[in-house]
């Protein structure tokens, strides 16, 4: 497991809480009442090499396989800094900002200029994330972004998430074909990865076995992924336990199905709200 060096944790009480993993900038807890909310893998791996399994990883600055580097980018096994972080909550809430800049190694995959500032507030009902991208070259750049937010369920066949109906998505299980939502509460039964285009800011994922129920609000992320592996993908994941799949869902606000492209000087704003209803 992580050292305290490689963590920050936020904390408004005993029971409400925020970690993340300066390893990828990677939310690892998000405990409201005690209950943990957020979904990490019991063989999730920890070594500052390896992307974190579960919790919320950023993929930056691109989503899927890639060409020049990892899948997902190099954001998720970055080493962020800490640019700032409350010693105390202040008005109901506390918050930690984390910058990722370029550098040699990333460079050498991706030569631009640029600075992410990740800004994590803690509330008593909402954890909100601010994601910032900033172009500081002189040529322009394209990335693609994504927040791959991993909720805890009792049981994801029993989980529902709302606002998908009549939108256009890309299936990744039947080989990237296009197909039209026309379910009203999108309700997962194998294994599951749609790329949503052009989705509400907001959707509600409720947990039909505990009754626990989040809102997901986003602005300025154009796209809603929803995946789970099932069983037999989750039997060939090594960071995954076989039996874990039914215990979490992938609803996560992101700017994939185009690219964002910044001039020099410019900086993309997305932000991603989870609130808890119960």
């Known amino acids: 497991m992580a050292s305290s060096a490689d ?3 936020l904390s408004l009480s005993e029971s409400n809480s925020v970690t ?3 390893h990828g900038a ?4 998000w405990r409201h009442k005690g209950t943990e909310r957020l979904f990490v893998s019991k063989q999730a791996v920890f070594n500052n090499k390896k992307a974190i399994r579960g919790g919320i990883p950023v993929v930056f600055p691109n989503f899927g396989p890639w060409d020049l580097g990892p899948q997902h980018g190099f954001a998720r096994t970055s080493r962020w800094t800490v640019e700032s ?7 109901g809430a506390i918050k930690a900002v984390l910058i990722l800049e370029d550098n040699e190694a990333t460079r050498k995959m991706w030569n631009h200029k640029f600075k992410v500032t990740y800004t994590l507030t803690l509330k008593e009902t909402e954890f909100v994330m601010d994601f910032a991208v ?3 070259g002189d040529q322009a750049f394209s990335f693609t972004a994504l927040l791959h937010t991993y909720l805890r369920v009792e049981d994801v066949t029993k989980t529902t998430v709302s606002n998908l109906k009549g939108l256009n998505y ?3 299980v039947k080989g990237g074909d296009m197909f039209t939502e026309d379910r009203e509460l999108v309700s997962l039964a ?9 989705t509400p800011d907001e959707h509600v994922v409720m947990d039909g076995e505990s009754g626990r129920t989040v809102i ?3 602005t300025n992320f154009p796209d809603t992924v929803v995946w789970n592996p099932w069983a037999d993908k989750a039997k060939g994941m090594s960071d995954f336990g076989d039996d874990e799949y039914p215990n979490m869902i992938c609803v996560e606000a992101g700017h994939v199905s185009s690219a964002v492209t910044l001039t020099p000087g410019d900086t993309f704003h997305g932000n991603q709200v989870l609130n808890i209803v119960q």
């Open 216 to 218: 997901v609000k986003k």
């Open 170 to 172: 890309v299936d990744k």
């Open 7 to 9: 963590e920050v944790v």
């Open 85 to 91: 972080k409350d010693d105390k909550p202040s008005n």
């Open 190 to 198: 194998e294994n599951y990865d749609r790329v949503y285009q052009n």
């Open 26 to 29: 990677t939310v690892t807890s």
């Open 134 to 136: 900033e172009n500081k």
């Open 20 to 22: 993340v993993h300066l």
